[in-house]
């Protein structure tokens, strides 16, 4: 499966260099936006100094934390992920299954959106920026802490949607579902803590949004308990799984274009 990623990362640049207006300016708008969360989080405290127990440079690594999953959600699938709908609606779905390879591996990877790329180098370095603004100095085990926990957020995020889009083989028009699940991620972007204790405990450990940004950024910040890192595991590992099994539930229930 590698050798085929590395063919869809050549096709992907190749496809991004044919239209390199469009590339660059998909750049200056991804570098936009991260210089206006930055801009918006310093405009906030200039009011506070914190907000919930986050002081700036916190919240800094918080916001791009959470910015790194997002991105490479969008970079890596989401595209890809995005169009199931469509190629169960249109049979073209049938040319994926006859393909010698993992279905939702190939209906997860087969395009690459590059220019995501750099809303990641940005993001990372607003973390940098935030561990410097908030007098941090994290030890080498609270590095390798923050990493798993991101990999795990990304996990999560990528499970959760995939098995949305599963959905699609019995309901072909699930965009507005989709407009919900995307609407109810961006509030990782926000710290957990500005939550009443319900939501919060939803957030955690019903719908994992804190380990997309919140728990990630805890780790950075020395304050994370271990069991925390834990159930990040489990979640990421669990829906991991729920969403393979549920992938190869239904496509049992998919009857091809003839069908």
């Known amino acids: 499966m590698w050798r085929l990623y590395r063919v869809f990362v050549r096709n992907s640049l190749v496809r991004e260099m044919e239209f390199r207006a469009n590339f660059f300016a998909s750049l200056a708008t991804i570098i936009g936006w991260l210089l206006y969360y930055v801009a918006l989080i310093r405009i906030i405290f200039l009011n506070t100094e914190s907000v919930a127990g986050w002081s700036?440079?916190?919240?800094?690594?918080?916001?791009?934390?959470?910015?790194?999953?997002?991105?490479?959600?969008?970079?890596?699938?989401?595209?890809?992920?995005?169009?199931?709908?469509l190629q169960i609606q249109k049979?073209?779905?049938?040319?994926?299954?006859?393909?010698?390879?993992?279905?939702?591996?190939?209906s997860s990877t087969r395009r690459l959106a590059l220019p995501e790329l750099a809303r990641v180098v940005g993001?990372?370095?607003?973390?940098?920026?935030?561990?410097?603004?908030?007098?941090?100095?994290?030890?080498?085990?609270?590095?390798?802490?923050?990493?798993?926990?991101?990999?795990?957020?990304l996990v999560i995020l990528y499970s959760i949607y995939a098995i949305l889009m599963t959905v699609a083989f019995w309901l072909v028009r699930i965009q507005n579902l989709d407009v919900v699940l995307w609407s109810t991620v961006t509030i990782a972007r926000y710290p957990i803590d500005i939550f009443s204790r319900v939501p919060r405990f939803l957030f955690t450990f019903i719908v994992p949004l804190a380990f997309l940004s919140t728990v990630p950024a805890r780790a950075l910040r020395g304050i994370l308990d271990a069991p925390m890192v834990a159930v990040g595991v489990l979640f990421a590992v669990g829906l991991a799984v729920a969403s393979r099994l549920f992938w190869r539930f239904a496509l049992r229930f998919y009857s091809s274009a003839g069908g």
């Open 56 to 85: 700036e440079g916190e919240t800094l690594i918080l916001v791009g934390s959470f910015t790194i999953i997002w991105a490479l959600l969008n970079g890596l699938c989401y595209d890809n992920l995005s169009e199931l709908p």
């Open 91 to 106: 049979g073209t779905f049938d040319l994926v299954l006859t393909k010698p390879v993992d279905s939702q591996f190939f």
């Open 123 to 153: 993001s990372v370095l607003v973390v940098l920026y935030g561990v410097q603004a908030a007098g941090l100095r994290p030890s080498s085990g609270q590095v390798v802490l923050y990493l798993l926990l991101m990999v795990c957020g």
